[in-house]
């Protein structure tokens, strides 16, 4: 039976309402998971429109989706080209039968960030006295944000959907790891949108309120402080990198600034003239962009919006500049992200070791966080590697491997595949938004003493010590401590020299 999507959405909250409450004390406060169902659901766009944005693009729901509640989308231009896995598609070999599936996934379809606000909030005023030279452009001069600021950076009613579907999908496809609620082990960040995604994945995937209310119990008491957090939010916790990030964002000439500062006059000239709008500056164009994303993925297609206003190939450098951002702040371009995965890494293999010499039954474990959490994993396991150049011809962006739209968009996910086999080995996939990847020295299946010999390197990093010189433990997988339960209290807050 189909139910509306209000109706789930309203029984979700409910739910959320009558969760039981959370063990107490400061290392167990969480940000509390909110839903902005104030705009409907995305409508499905026209096959082959659909907007890729980098990290600020819709998901890519795979072939055969429509039969799950929701508003099934059609891949966009950049999947259609991949082989799309089905969700009923036997994942491996006849001989092997998937045992555990561990999922690290992103956060589902959000608001803009305060910060995204306050220069949408500039633009708008800029334009209040704007007159449109055509019908086209009248949406300009009273343009409403997508939110207000109190909604800011929280999951949508559509990032609600993003994980239910998910959720869906991978019920279908993993019967057996699936099949304990029980057995299933539940992680997210402190971040409300990363636990409101997690609790929308549960109600997409659990059979009942008892079930559903005791998972988002061990959500909300899995959450970490932040800079505690070497799994999750490596990138909050490592101080190495914090340092060396800051370094890196103060360094003048940045890729994408120089590639914006070639690419985008020629824009910024054209809808100066269409617009009729002369004062309009580069700034506003990346402002204008950004709002299209958000257009996309909040409203979806609108004939007279912000994304009307650009031409495809426009759109295409719009998403290239965004994968240069990344690429040189969470991908190969800064090459700490190709370290700092290594505690979230050694956490799923020691989930396989645990599993396979029956130590715990760990069949699925469910992880939720960022982009920031993603873009150092695929750095980490070396997928996707590529190197962008500021200067690349059109040929360049259009063949280049690396594309956060493809594994980095809203609801973007890894997960860990792990087999047991008749001839009494175990196998290993990796697949990125539920399409199978090939492993760097490996292929598509991976026995599992080859897999971990692969990331030897990586898997059991001195990430406090070596990693990051933090100067005070954190916790996760190749962190000191392994449980959140060795901390106390007092940990909870910051140090000065953290």
């Not at 360094?251 to 020629?266: E, G, H, I, N, S």
């Not at 939720?368 to 690349?392: K, Q, Y």
């Not at 990586?458 to 000191?480: E, L, S, Y």
Request: include cysteine; charge should be negative; charged fraction near 20%.
């Amino acid at each position: 039976m189909r139910y509306p999507a209000t109706a789930l959405l309203a029984a979700f909250l409910a739910l959320f309402w009558a969760a039981p409450c959370v063990i107490a004390g400061p290392l167990y406060q969480f940000d509390t998971p909110v839903v902005d169902s104030h705009l409907p659901l995305v409508s499905s766009p026209t096959i082959g429109q659909d907007v890729v944005m980098s990290t600020k693009s819709r998901y890519n729901i795979p072939d055969q989706a429509s039969q799950l509640e929701g508003p099934a989308r059609p891949p966009s231009p950049v999947m259609m080209s991949r082989r799309r896995c089905r969700p009923t598609e036997s994942p491996t070999s006849p001989k092997c039968a998937v045992v555990q599936v561990q999922l690290v996934a992103r956060h589902g379809t959000r608001n803009p960030t305060s910060g995204n606000l306050k220069k949408h909030q500039a633009l708008q005023k800029k334009f209040a006295n704007y007159t449109a030279p055509s019908a086209d452009f009248e949406f300009l001069s009273n343009f409403s944000l997508f939110c207000n600021t109190s909604f800011a950076g929280q999951l949508t009613a559509q990032g609600h959907f993003d994980h239910v579907q998910l959720a869906q999908r991978l019920k279908i496809r993993f019967p057996g790891p699936l099949s304990n609620a029980s057995l299933i082990t539940w992680q997210a960040t402190n971040v409300s949108r990363a636990i409101a995604s997690a609790e929308s994945f549960q109600t997409g995937l659990l059979s009942s309120s008892s079930e559903i209310a005791r998972a988002q119990l061990e959500v909300r008491n899995s959450v970490l402080p932040v800079h505690l957090d070497a799994d999750l939010r490596a990138h909050d916790s490592c101080k190495n990198y914090s340092t060396a990030l800051q370094v890196e964002e103060a360094l003048p000439d940045r890729p994408q600034d120089v590639f914006t500062a070639a690419r985008y006059p020629a824009i910024l000239a054209r809808l100066q003239s269409v617009l009729a709008f002369p004062t309009l500056t580069l700034d506003d164009v990346s402002q204008l962009f950004s709002l299209c994303s958000f257009e996309d993925t909040i409203r979806g297609k609108v004939a007279k919006g912000f994304c009307s206003l650009f031409t495809r190939d426009e759109l295409t450098l719009a998403d290239f500049a965004g994968d240069l951002e990344f690429w040189g702040e969470r991908g190969y371009g800064f090459a700490p992200n190709e370290a700092i995965g290594c505690s979230l890494l050694t956490t799923l293999v020691s989930n396989i070791d645990a599993h396979v010499n029956g130590s715990a039954s760990i069949p699925a474990v469910m992880k939720f966080a960022h982009a920031e959490t993603l873009g150092p994993l695929i750095a980490t396991l070396g997928l996707f590697r590529d190197t962008l150049s500021p200067n690349a011809t059109d040929a360049q962006i259009a063949s280049r491997a690396y594309r956060t739209a493809a594994f980095s968009p809203f609801a973007g996910n890894v997960l860990v595949e792990l087999s047991s086999c008749a001839d009494s080995t175990h196998q290993v996939r990796l697949l990125v938004d539920e399409v199978p990847v090939s492993i760097p020295g490996c292929g598509e299946q991976c026995e599992l003493g080859a897999f971990k010999k692969l990331y030897a390197d990586k898997i059991g990093c001195d990430f406090d010590g070596q990693i990051c010189a933090n100067p005070r433990p954190t916790v996760g997988g190749a962190a000191t401590f392994r449980r959140k339960d060795s901390l106390t209290d007092a940990d909870a807050t910051p140090s000065d020299d953290a």
